[in-house]
């Protein structure tokens, strides 16, 4: 206590706080200055480092001696009840609170500094990288972003919706024009994103955006063309017509863009990209909303096709929601929503109907093929996926859904172009990739596949065939490990039993296993879309069961639909059979399924 009390009397405590006070100043002010005056940046380390020593050379002075009003006196000379000592430690609280408001200025203020500076870096980086990405993209390139409801009533999205996508595949008739494709447009519903990024992300170089209000049968869309490069508008418009007249205004719009962006159109300038509509405005929304159902999938295609028959029903004239109409019957049984043999004759059907009102629409032409591939009629399907991309050169949908058939066919060259296609068509979209991934993992082509896997999986989470197909992809490349952890998971995700799965990936990576696993083979039922006896020879071959494999194999072509054989038919290349490839009985199957057939067209690896 007298040690403390000495300190006090002779200042030591304050002169220290004093000198913490300065150093903490000074360096904060060396901070901000150093740069300007070009400083290196050891410059105030080393300064702090230098008063650290300095302390106890404050301290032993300020013990020793005495600031007062006439100079500096060593302490043994002023008694301790002289008011020199007292006056002296309030000049320095006067000098403390100074250097300490002083200190506190010069922290704000610095870290201001730095966080708009480590912001400015960033965002000058950030900047940097999408103005790099957008120089790289096409100037011939398009993502209409959906329509802004303006109607007041969340129930006309559909509306709004309907009105983007028909523009989308209307632009997606131009030869040469890159037009992203719904799923990717469709990502930034919602969303005040910067177009810059948008750009960026979609790989496009400029957007449609716009806004539909409805009122009675009246409509006002209005809707302006953006370049994301520098965020010019290009030009804009706003139309008020009756419903009557929408596929005009449609046409008009996507005219007006086409001749914007100079390309070159289908028949030349001013021919319609709007073709065979209807005059029934009740039509036209039961279309509307019939689509929509139709890119939610799951059960709502049940609600597709019963919108899409009344849409028909009312207007038997209306090409497109023939075309509608067929893609839903197709897309059916695939969700287990309708039977094979009679869905697959109802979209013939539809899609018929459609090619007679109008031969060029590929929509139509694209649901035909999808029919014929499902009942594995190659050659009939080839032709029409060809006929298809003539006259909608722009849709993913259709290029991702002829790089399957290619696949299939073991055409690999083009089935990889047609993804690559459909993927820089919708950079969002997982299906495109997960295919792109499949084929690569047919090839052997391990780390690619599992790179395709992995985004798909960054993309959509829960999409658990990705999963499945990751896991084998580290299978078949040696990491174990890394396996059986993605296959536990996608097990429990789809409902199926870890612990079995995670048996067969450990009896493949230790043969020893296998004869105790194999019961757990028989056990198995349908995985996903797979036909539980095309499951059974999947894994029968992999653990070198021969026979059960060809057994199993034989069966599932017997009795599964057709779909699901074709389904099955793009796993037949994966490594899982090359310990049968070569039985007779094997390519006995393929003779079966109609394969091999190899287009003229098809490329290699």
């Known amino acids: 206590m007298k040690l403390f009390v000495e300190l006090r009397r002779r200042n030591v405590l304050r002169a220290a706080v004093l000198y913490a006070g300065a150093v903490w100043a000074l360096a904060q002010g060396i901070a901000q200055l150093g740069p300007f005056f070009g400083a290196p940046d050891w410059t105030v380390r080393w300064f702090v480092l230098a008063c650290v020593v300095g302390f106890p050379f404050c301290i032993a002075f300020a013990w020793f001696y005495e600031l007062t009003p006439t100079g500096l006196k060593r302490e043994s000379e002023i008694a301790p009840d002289d008011p020199l000592a007292r006056s002296s430690g309030r000049r320095l609280d006067k000098w403390i609170i100074a250097v300490l408001a002083l200190a506190v200025v010069l922290l704000i203020t610095n870290q201001f500094v730095l966080d708009r500076g480590a912001s400015g870096h960033a965002q000058s980086a950030d900047a940097g990288a999408?103005?790099?990405?957008?120089?790289?993209?096409?100037?011939?390139?398009?993502?209409?972003?959906?329509?802004?409801?303006?109607?007041?009533d969340s129930a006309n999205d559909y509306f709004s919706d309907g009105i983007t996508e028909e523009i989308l595949n209307a632009l997606a008739q131009i030869p040469d024009l890159k037009v992203v494709a719904r799923t990717s447009a469709f990502a930034f519903k919602g969303k005040e994103e910067d177009l810059r990024k948008v750009g960026e992300t979609l790989g496009v170089a400029t957007v449609l955006e716009g806004s539909v209000q409805k009122s009675g049968d009246e409509v006002r869309i209005t809707a302006q063309l953006i370049d994301t490069r520098n965020g010019y508008h290009l030009w804009s418009e706003k139309y008020d017509r009756k419903l009557t007249s929408i596929f005009a205004v449609e046409d008009e719009i996507s005219l007006a863009i086409a001749d914007k962006l100079r390309v070159q159109l289908v028949g030349g300038s001013g021919q319609p990209l709007i073709r065979n509509a209807t005059t029934d405005?009740?039509?036209?929304?039961?279309?509307?909303?019939?689509?929509?159902?139709?890119?939610?999938?799951?059960?709502?295609?049940?609600?597709?096709?019963l919108l899409l028959q009344q849409a028909t029903a009312r207007d038997p004239g209306y090409a497109n929601a023939w075309a509608g109409l067929a893609q839903a019957y197709e897309l059916l049984p695939w969700y287990d929503f309708g039977e094979w043999r009679s869905s697959l004759a109802?979209?013939?059907?539809?899609?018929?109907?459609?090619?007679?009102?109008?031969?060029?629409?590929?929509?139509?032409?694209?649901?035909?093929?999808?029919v014929l591939r499902d009942r594995l009629d190659y050659a009939a399907a080839d032709r029409e996926y060809r006929e298809a991309l003539a006259l909608s050169p722009g849709s993913s949908e259709i290029h991702n859904q002829y790089a399957q058939l290619m696949g299939a066919v073991d055409a690999s060259g083009e089935a990889l172009r047609h993804e690559r296609i459909a993927i820089s068509l919708d950079p969002l979209a997982p299906n495109p990739r997960y295919f792109m991934g499949s084929e690569l993992l047919s090839l052997r082509r391990y780390p690619e596949a599992m790179a395709e896997f992995s985004k798909v999986l960054e993309q959509t989470p829960d999409y658990v065939q990705a999963k499945f197909l990751?896991?084998?992809?580290?299978?078949?490349?040696?990491?174990?490990?890394?396996?059986?952890?993605?296959?536990?998971?996608?097990?429990?995700?789809?409902?199926?039993?870890?612990?079995?799965?995670?048996?067969?990936?450990?009896?493949?990576?230790?043969?020893?296993?296998?004869?105790?696993a194999l019961p757990r083979v028989a056990g198995l039922g349908r995985i996903g879309r797979q036909h539980g006896a095309f499951a059974r020879a999947y894994w029968y071959s992999l653990l070198g069961a021969r026979e059960q494999a060809i057994v199993s194999l034989q069966r599932w072509v017997e009795h599964a639909p057709s779909g699901e054989r074709f389904f099955g038919i793009i796993f037949l290349s994966k490594q899982a059979f090359d310990p049968i490839r070569d039985d007779p009985r094997f390519k006995a199957v393929l003779v079966k399924l109609g394969l091999?057939?190899?287009?003229?067209?098809?490329?290699?690896n």
Not at 470 to 488: Q, Y
Not at 596 to 604: E, K, L, N, Q, V
């Open 130 to 152: 999408i103005d790099a990405a957008l120089a790289k993209v096409p100037a011939k390139s398009i993502a209409v972003l959906p329509f802004v409801n303006m109607s007041g």
């Open 281 to 305: 405005p009740q039509a036209h929304a039961l279309y509307l909303q019939g689509i929509a159902s139709i890119a939610r999938r799951g059960s709502e295609l049940k609600d597709a096709v």
């Open 346 to 370: 109802d979209a013939e059907q539809a899609a018929k109907r459609a090619l007679a009102l109008d031969p060029q629409s590929g929509e139509a032409h694209a649901a035909l093929a999808n």
């Open 470 to 516: 990751l896991a084998s992809a580290n299978l078949f490349a040696g990491r174990h490990d890394d396996a059986r952890k993605l296959a536990r998971a996608a097990a429990l995700q789809a409902g199926q039993n870890p612990e079995t799965v995670d048996a067969l990936m450990q009896a493949y990576a230790n043969p020893a296993l296998r004869n105790a």
């Open 596 to 604: 091999p057939y190899r287009p003229d067209s098809a490329g290699t």
